[in-house]
């Protein structure tokens, strides 16, 4: 199964996929979900860009 970043779409290499939870507000909560980036740069983007 390919594994895509979840910021740029871009697919990784399998075991190269840096995770990282994502805190977003779901109605009235803080909700965590993890995803798969194809870089830690990948990955504190997509946080930057949901910042509750
Ligand atoms: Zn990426």
Known sequence: ?????AYCRKP???GKEVKNELLFIQGAQ?????????SEQCAVHH???NEP
Do not use: N, S, V
């Open 12 to 14: 990784i290499e399998q």
């Open 1 to 5: 199964m390919e594994i895509k970043c």
């Open 47 to 49: 946080q930057m860009a």
């Open 30 to 38: 803080l909700a965590r979900k993890e995803h798969d980036y194809c």
